[in-house]
Nanobody
Framework: VQLQASGGGLVQAGGSLRLSCAAS????????MGWFRQAPGKEREFVVA????????YYADSVNGRFTISRDNAKNTAYLQMISLKPEDTAVYYC??????????????????WGQGTQVTVSS
């Protein structure tokens, strides 16, 4: 599975962005996915995970109620809709896949495939 994240950018506080994670491979629809983020000087942080069907999601407390993960298995794509963005949401955002079927996986080492990251910058 190869992952390509996109959709990042610069937005003012209170604004919104939608990230996409396009996957190659016919097994995408069977694999739990996740989003992580990493701010400068900080460790990679779990954001949200979604199960293989899209019927279940698990959010970090810091984004619960503001971010929404979804997936379209027919398009091999996962999405992260972010609203009410805050300056502390500024980070490089990574999508990841867990072919070993860990869900909800909040640790990065439970994911085997990673996208290249997309920068999200929220100005105050």
């Amino acid at each position: 599975v190869q992952l390509q994240a996109s959709g990042g950018g610069l937005v003012q506080a209170g604004g919104s962005l939608r990230l996409s994670c396009a996957a190659s491979g016919r097994t995408f629809g069977t694999i739990p996915m996740g989003w992580f983020r990493q701010a400068p000087g900080k460790e990679r942080e779990f954001v949200v995970a979604i199960n293989w069907s899209g019927g279940s999601a698990y959010y970090a407390d810091s984004v619960n109620g503001r971010f929404t993960i979804s997936r379209d298995n027919a398009k091999n794509t996962a999405y992260l809709q972010m609203i009410s963005l805050k300056p502390e949401d500024t980070a490089v955002y990574y999508c990841a896949a867990s072919p070993r079927q860990y869900y909800p996986a909040t640790r990065a080492n439970l994911y085997d495939y990673w996208g290249q990251g997309t920068q999200v910058t929220v100005s105050s």
